[in-house]
């Protein structure tokens, strides 16, 4: 079983940043897809940014130009760099690892979760 765990969420001010960490156990990532989703209350958890192993990276629209998607193999360890934030980013944010392969499935594995609150 693979374990990942967010953490640097917190209470930010609208215009602040903030830097979250994915850390995994139990196996390496390097070739996986790793992602940030987020999932805000009475709403759907959507994804935020992805990366793959070859380091392509994507971005929903709404975060483009200010969020940064980033991650280590060497560390198990994945980024995101959240800046210019606004009341409208606040949501519990999830790490996403692909299972087996470079692909999304329905059997990948999730983190718990930590709570991003944007102050207006």
């Known amino acids: 079983q693979v374990q990942l765990v967010e953490s640097g969420g917190g209470l930010v001010q609208a215009g602040g940043s903030l830097k979250l960490s994915c850390a995994a156990s139990g196996s390496m990532f390097s070739r996986n897809a790793m992602g940030w989703y987020r999932q805000a209350p009475g709403k759907q958890r959507d994804l935020v940014a992805s990366?793959?192993?070859?380091?392509?990276?994507g971005y929903t629209d709404s975060v483009k130009g200010r969020f940064t998607i980033s991650r280590d193999n060497a560390k198990n360890m994945m980024y995101l760099q959240m800046n210019s934030l606004k009341p409208e980013d606040t949501a519990v944010y999830y790490c996403?690892?692909?299972?087996?392969?470079?692909?999304?499935?329905?059997?990948?594995?999730w983190g718990q979760g930590t709570q991003v609150t944007v102050s207006s």
């Open positions: 996403r690892r692909s299972k087996l392969g470079s692909a999304f499935t329905s059997d990948d594995y």
């Open positions: 990366i793959t192993s070859g380091g392509t990276i």
